[in-house]
């Protein structure tokens, strides 16, 4: 991941797939691990893991998103309701049947999925900005199905309260079990997504991006293909629904509105379209840049200014701060956050000795 | 000396005057109160208001000496009226030892209702969350303070019944609400009390986000001519209200607001005071600054040679209700601090004390509240004020309704 060779010795396709294309890439990934899974929940307090918490959620949600939107090219504005479809679906087995979440997690995801490749049957005939509309209608049908079956919602409130994950005995319940609970499944997704992107499905995803007439014509389904990216990217939607609601202790549906499928797009276009560091990169960027801003504002603007007027002063120049830095980044770079750390890179592929 | 260098010194002596501030800080008897806002999301018209108030009433407390001899330090974030920095907040809460929270939205406070109850730490609800939570026993940590929805429609129709003459046999009813789940909370309370008050009520659902509702109001005006509308709208919606009824010809004074299209802004938004003259609004605490609460509040800014805060001037409504939360947070702080003979409370200590609010009124800006631990609502107390010659009048005293009735139905869903 951080080192490369100094040019392109690649003699076979099998080097070009490989995840690993150097040994010092293992050795990457391995200080990677420990990172994560020794260093930071040992040394960190449990409101910054809080802070990783949430964008792990949001690394599950936004690589699913760029599965079907970076690399099979077909836009979504339906990802929260997917989310919400898994997280009640999760939420129903759970109370109603008392099911482990080894089952209900993939449950939810496989409802998701079967509702997403319906939502996705548009996706057949219309392209574009077409169906950015289809996909809108899904998820505001499915926001007012939710709404309005009790059955499905639980009631007046729709909202559904999940008791904690468990492992035998024991409640998965402070911040720092969750975070090793959600990193387990953030990690899931981000090797299953490494593996799907370059087999022969993912390859079929990006020729269908790239020009479907030429797709079909080298021999690949493309209806079957377009239902299994919506099918496979709301897998990843309904995961993520499910994880927020063990991670909450409730499904509640406001909080997979419009706004949230939005903020998932603003992910995978900031982090960069396409790419698996890009989903990861970009779902880190949008959930902790506002909270670092603030982290930081805080007791510089605190020199000057009463409590009162503090949060007045924070609340919106963050706002433009954070406008102001995802439009520079975009600027800096269209391709988002993946490209601009290849740049990076591949300047220092020969430094100090380029040319 | 390098421009870098020069840089890296000035952030460091920034850093060390942070330091020392935060550090002479703590050492002063304090305690820490977390506060969730909306000043930049879509309900940023109700944070605006609401929040100033909340903070000039705890800097008013401070600068006579703070609650007991602690000085308080209100710790505000924004939560933009989405869950993940909601969590973010209550857990940044957390870490900075708050002994209570401020919630601010009904799908933040759902989202962080089992957080509190793990973490031990109250959380107050005002006007936002479920009417379950009104059951302290179900519901240990969390605090609607203020009237719920269900006590909110129980006063709409004891009003109703007293403008139309103790009787509503008969009468026809129209509910024109938002259709989500805040909107259908009062349902069951409707439909049990038409059945024994003898009225016939008819629900109009208008979608989010309810800036278009001249079908529905067209089908009450045109069909169903009811006697009484009652509207529960949120943001830009209630204003649309009350113009698309003004423009059907709909008598004003036979429509009431619950506390959400119940502020000037909404009066405003409406085309003024002159459209919406009639119009009944419920409320949780009081409006106007004619309260001695208030008048300290503007001594104090003038003594500082400051104006009074414009929030004031333009929505006592939703200033006041900052005003409301801070006080009832305060007075919670205050019993714990009590109880404890004066030494520092715990969140648990503060939710004891917030379960031994009573005879608290803040000269009338607060209702006659008994806040216990079965209880969390404090009675369910509703004032209704109406639209008069360009102002909101008081329209009689501070009431409860139909309380066993709510009693009954919260024994059942719990």
């Not at chain 1, 509640?252 to 790419?275: H, P, T």
């Not at chain 2, 209100?74 to 209570?100: S, T």
């Not at chain 2, 046999?169 to 003898?198: H, Q, R, T, V």
């Given at each position: 991941m951080l080192h490369r060779e100094s040019g392109v010795f690649k003699t076979s396709y099998a080097a070009d797939m490989a995840l690993y294309p150097l040994p010092v890439a293992r050795w990457t990934v391995a200080a990677f691990a420990l990172l994560f899974a020794v260093i930071l929940p040992l040394s960190l307090h449990d409101y910054y893991l809080s802070i990783i918490n949430l964008s792990l959620i949001a690394v599950v949600g936004a690589l699913g998103l760029n599965i079907l939107v970076g690399y099979t090219g077909q836009i979504s504005v339906g990802h929260a309701a997917f989310m919400s479809v898994g997280a009640y679906t999760a939420a129903n087995l759970a109370v109603r049947f008392d099911l482990p979440f080894w089952i209900t997690l993939p449950a939810g995801g496989l409802m998701a999925a079967f509702v997403g490749a319906i939502v996705g049957i548009p996706s057949l005939r219309i392209k574009g900005l077409y169906l950015a509309i289809a996909t809108l209608a899904g998820q505001l049908i499915i926001e007012w199905v939710i709404n309005h079956t009790p059955a499905i919602s639980g009631g007046a409130q729709a909202s559904i309260e999940v008791p904690r994950p468990a492992l035998g005995d024991h409640q998965i319940k402070t911040q720092g079990q969750l975070y090793f609970f959600l990193l387990f499944f953030a990690a899931l997704s981000i090797v299953a997504t490494l593996n799907l992107v370059r087999s022969r499905i993912g390859r079929a995803f990006v020729a269908i991006r790239d020009q479907d007439i030429a797709a079909e014509i080298i021999g690949i389904n493309i209806y079957r293909y377009k239902l299994l990216a919506f099918a496979i990217s709301s897998f990843y939607a309904g995961v993520c629904g499910v994880l927020y609601t063990y991670y909450l202790g409730i499904a509640n549906y406001e909080q997979f509105q419009i706004g949230v499928s939005i903020d998932y797009l603003a992910m995978i276009i900031i982090g960069g379209l396409g790419s698996v560091l890009g989903s990861i990169l970009g779902a880190v960027f949008v959930t902790m840049l506002p909270i670092v801003i603030r982290l930081v504002m805080e007791p510089l603007a605190g020199l000057f200014l009463s409590a009162g007027e503090l949060s007045s002063v924070v609340a919106s120049t963050r706002l433009v701060l954070f406008g102001a830095l995802i439009i520079f980044f975009l600027v800096v770079e269209p391709e988002g956050l993946n490209r601009l750390w290849r740049n990076i890179r591949n300047y220092f592929r020969t430094w100090p000795f380029s040319y | 000396m390098s421009t870098g260098l020069k840089w890296l010194r000035i952030a460091a002596a920034a850093g060390a005057i942070v330091a020392a501030g935060s550090a002479a800080l703590a050492q002063e008897k304090e305690l820490v109160f977390g506060l969730q806002c909306d000043r930049t999301g879509p309900t940023q018209t109700i944070g605006v208001f609401l929040c100033p108030g909340y903070h000039d009433y705890i800097a008013l407390l401070n600068s006579k000496g703070g609650v007991e001899g602690f000085k308080i330090r209100v710790l505000e974030i924004d939560n933009e009226y989405k869950v993940p920095p909601a969590v973010e907040a209550h857990e940044r809460f957390k870490k900075e030892g708050v002994v209570l929270e401020g919630l601010y939205g009904t799908p933040q406070t759902m989202a962080l209702t089992k957080k509190l109850e793990e973490d031990k730490i109250l959380g107050t609800a005002p006007g936002f969350?479920?009417?379950?939570?009104?059951?302290g026993k179900r519901y240990p940590y969390v605090f609607p303070i203020a009237a719920s929805y269900w006590s909110q429609g129980a006063g709409a129709i004891a009003f109703i019944k007293k403008e139309l003459g103790g009787s509503l046999k008969g009468k026809k009813i129209a509910y024109l609400m938002y259709d989500n789940p805040a909107g259908k909370e009062p349902l069951p309370i409707f439909e049990d009390l038409a059945k024994s008050e003898g009225f016939e009520m008819r629900n109009f659902a208008v979608p989010a986000?309810?800036?278009?509702?001249g079908a529905q109001v067209l089908d009450i005006t045109g069909r169903f001519k009811p006697d009484f509308v009652i509207a529960h709208l949120f943001g830009r919606s209630p204003s649309v209200a009350i113009r698309e009824l003004k423009g059907k010809g709909?008598?004003?004074?036979?429509v009431i607001g619950f506390v959400w299209a119940a502020s000037e802004a909404d009066i405003n938004a409406a085309g003024g005071y002159a459209v919406a003259n009639g119009y009944n609004t419920i409320q949780f605490a009081g409006v106007g600054n004619d309260f001695p609460v208030i008048k300290e509040i503007n001594a104090m800014y003038k003594a500082q040679g400051k104006p009074t805060p414009p929030q004031q001037e333009s929505s006592s409504v939703l200033y006041n209700r900052g005003v409301f939360i801070a006080a009832i947070h305060a007075e919670a702080a205050r019993n714990a601090i009590k109880a404890k003979g004066g030494a520092k409370p715990t969140s648990e200590d503060v939710r004891n004390g917030m379960e031994s609010i009573k005879g608290f009124t803040l000269g009338g800006l607060v209702p006659p509240m008994e806040i216990t631990r079965e209880d969390h609502e404090g009675g369910g107390w509703v004032q209704v004020w109406t639209v008069k010659d360009g102002k909101l009048v008081k329209n009689g005293d501070w009431f409860q309704a139909y309380r066993d009735m709510i009693k009954k139905h919260l024994a059942a869903v719990n």
């Amino acid at each position: 991941m951080l080192h490369r060779e100094s040019g392109v010795f690649k003699t076979s396709y099998a080097a070009d797939m490989a995840l690993y294309p150097l040994p010092v890439a293992r050795w990457t990934v391995a200080a990677f691990a420990l990172l994560f899974a020794v260093i930071l929940p040992l040394s960190l307090h449990d409101y910054y893991l809080s802070i990783i918490n949430l964008s792990l959620i949001a690394v599950v949600g936004a690589l699913g998103l760029n599965i079907l939107v970076g690399y099979t090219g077909q836009i979504s504005v339906g990802h929260a309701a997917f989310m919400s479809v898994g997280a009640y679906t999760a939420a129903n087995l759970a109370v109603r049947f008392d099911l482990p979440f080894w089952i209900t997690l993939p449950a939810g995801g496989l409802m998701a999925a079967f509702v997403g490749a319906i939502v996705g049957i548009p996706s057949l005939r219309i392209k574009g900005l077409y169906l950015a509309i289809a996909t809108l209608a899904g998820q505001l049908i499915i926001e007012w199905v939710i709404n309005h079956t009790p059955a499905i919602s639980g009631g007046a409130q729709a909202s559904i309260e999940v008791p904690r994950p468990a492992l035998g005995d024991h409640q998965i319940k402070t911040q720092g079990q969750l975070y090793f609970f959600l990193l387990f499944f953030a990690a899931l997704s981000i090797v299953a997504t490494l593996n799907l992107v370059r087999s022969r499905i993912g390859r079929a995803f990006v020729a269908i991006r790239d020009q479907d007439i030429a797709a079909e014509i080298i021999g690949i389904n493309i209806y079957r293909y377009k239902l299994l990216a919506f099918a496979i990217s709301s897998f990843y939607a309904g995961v993520c629904g499910v994880l927020y609601t063990y991670y909450l202790g409730i499904a509640n549906y406001e909080q997979f509105q419009i706004g949230v499928s939005i903020d998932y797009l603003a992910m995978i276009i900031i982090g960069g379209l396409g790419s698996v560091l890009g989903s990861i990169l970009g779902a880190v960027f949008v959930t902790m840049l506002p909270i670092v801003i603030r982290l930081v504002m805080e007791p510089l603007a605190g020199l000057f200014l009463s409590a009162g007027e503090l949060s007045s002063v924070v609340a919106s120049t963050r706002l433009v701060l954070f406008g102001a830095l995802i439009i520079f980044f975009l600027v800096v770079e269209p391709e988002g956050l993946n490209r601009l750390w290849r740049n990076i890179r591949n300047y220092f592929r020969t430094w100090p000795f380029s040319y | 000396m390098s421009t870098g260098l020069k840089w890296l010194r000035i952030a460091a002596a920034a850093g060390a005057i942070v330091a020392a501030g935060s550090a002479a800080l703590a050492q002063e008897k304090e305690l820490v109160f977390g506060l969730q806002c909306d000043r930049t999301g879509p309900t940023q018209t109700i944070g605006v208001f609401l929040c100033p108030g909340y903070h000039d009433y705890i800097a008013l407390l401070n600068s006579k000496g703070g609650v007991e001899g602690f000085k308080i330090r209100v710790l505000e974030i924004d939560n933009e009226y989405k869950v993940p920095p909601a969590v973010e907040a209550h857990e940044r809460f957390k870490k900075e030892g708050v002994v209570l929270e401020g919630l601010y939205g009904t799908p933040q406070t759902m989202a962080l209702t089992k957080k509190l109850e793990e973490d031990k730490i109250l959380g107050t609800a005002p006007g936002f969350g479920t009417a379950a939570a009104t059951d302290g026993k179900r519901y240990p940590y969390v605090f609607p303070i203020a009237a719920s929805y269900w006590s909110q429609g129980a006063g709409a129709i004891a009003f109703i019944k007293k403008e139309l003459g103790g009787s509503l046999k008969g009468k026809k009813i129209a509910y024109l609400m938002y259709d989500n789940p805040a909107g259908k909370e009062p349902l069951p309370i409707f439909e049990d009390l038409a059945k024994s008050e003898g009225f016939e009520m008819r629900n109009f659902a208008v979608p989010a986000p309810g800036v278009e509702m001249g079908a529905q109001v067209l089908d009450i005006t045109g069909r169903f001519k009811p006697d009484f509308v009652i509207a529960h709208l949120f943001g830009r919606s209630p204003s649309v209200a009350i113009r698309e009824l003004k423009g059907k010809g709909f008598p004003m004074n036979r429509v009431i607001g619950f506390v959400w299209a119940a502020s000037e802004a909404d009066i405003n938004a409406a085309g003024g005071y002159a459209v919406a003259n009639g119009y009944n609004t419920i409320q949780f605490a009081g409006v106007g600054n004619d309260f001695p609460v208030i008048k300290e509040i503007n001594a104090m800014y003038k003594a500082q040679g400051k104006p009074t805060p414009p929030q004031q001037e333009s929505s006592s409504v939703l200033y006041n209700r900052g005003v409301f939360i801070a006080a009832i947070h305060a007075e919670a702080a205050r019993n714990a601090i009590k109880a404890k003979g004066g030494a520092k409370p715990t969140s648990e200590d503060v939710r004891n004390g917030m379960e031994s609010i009573k005879g608290f009124t803040l000269g009338g800006l607060v209702p006659p509240m008994e806040i216990t631990r079965e209880d969390h609502e404090g009675g369910g107390w509703v004032q209704v004020w109406t639209v008069k010659d360009g102002k909101l009048v008081k329209n009689g005293d501070w009431f409860q309704a139909y309380r066993d009735m709510i009693k009954k139905h919260l024994a059942a869903v719990n």
